[in-house]
T-cell receptor, first 112, second 114 residues
Framework: GENVEQHPSTLSVQEGDSAVIKCTYSDSASNYFPWYKQELGKRPQLIID?????GEKKDQRIAVTLNKTAKHFSLHITETQPEDSAVYFCAASIGGSYIPTFGRGTSLIVHP | NAGVMQNPRHLVRRRGQEARLRCSPV?????VYWYRQLPEEGLKFMVY????????ESGMPKERFSAEFPKEGPSILRIQQVVRGDSAAYFC????????????FGPGTRLTVT
């Protein structure tokens, strides 16, 4: 089955800095890669996703890149704000399967 | 996203009791997923259901756990004879059948076994 590794487990940045979270996956058949943000005690919320037919996608301060050859994808947050502090999860799912495999999460702390 | 409802939000059970967790998907969504999340850990897939069918239960323990998604009414995750190790947050998610794979999560049920 699919295996998703996520790094780092904790990321501490100053407000205004950029943050990058990286994930690797094992199954080359995976073609959908969502990112979720989970604030303390809240539900995971989809913030951005990318499919295997594109290499990059951007939405305001958030961008995701995908390298299919290397089987890794990354989340980039620019101009971080304290409200970005949360746990971020990457996931990968195989074409035809509705079940994503999640990474273990990255706890992002943005210091004001 | 706000359409996935779960209840109760918090549930306390003594060891040996039964826990019933309910999930109402987004209106029009026919796929439901259950995940378990332990403190400071990721989301572990448990079971994937469509109306009246279990599609994949590979992540669900074989004993004490069961799930259903009847034709009418919410999806239910049932844990019989709960043990302390069952204490966790249980999240339900739903998606439509458009093939986009996008999942929308409910607020979760936090189960505490005393």
């Amino acid at each position: 089955g699919e295996n998703v590794e996520q790094h780092p487990s904790t990321l501490s940045v100053q407000e205004g800095d950029s943050a990058v979270i990286k994930c690797t996956y094992s199954d080359s058949a995976s073609n959908y890669f969502p990112w979720y943000k989970q604030e303390l005690g809240k539900r995971p919320q989809l913030i951005i996703d990318i499919r295997s037919n594109v290499g990059e996608k951007k939405d305001q301060r958030i961008a995701v890149t995908l390298n299919k050859t290397a089987k890794h994808f990354s989340l980039h947050i620019t101009e971080t704000q304290p409200e970005d502090s949360a746990v971020y999860f990457c996931a990968a799912s195989i074409g035809g399967s509705y079940i994503p495999t999640f990474g273990r999460g990255t706890s992002l702390i943005v210091h004001p | 996203n706000a359409g996935v409802m779960q209840n109760p939000r918090h549930l306390v059970r003594r060891r040996g009791q039964e826990a019933r967790l309910r999930c109402s998907p987004v209106k029009g969504h026919s796929h439901v997923y259950w995940y378990r999340q332990l403190p400071e850990e990721g989301l572990k897939f448990m079971v994937y259901l469509q109306k009246e069918n279990i599609i994949d239960e590979s992540g669900m323990p074989k004993e004490r756990f069961s799930a259903e998604f009847p034709k009418e009414g919410p999806s239910i995750l049932r844990i019989q004879q709960v043990v302390r190790g069952d204490s966790a947050a249980y999240f339900c998610a739903s998606s439509d059948n458009s093939g986009t794979h996008e999942q929308y999560f409910g607020p979760g049920t936090r189960l505490t076994v005393t």
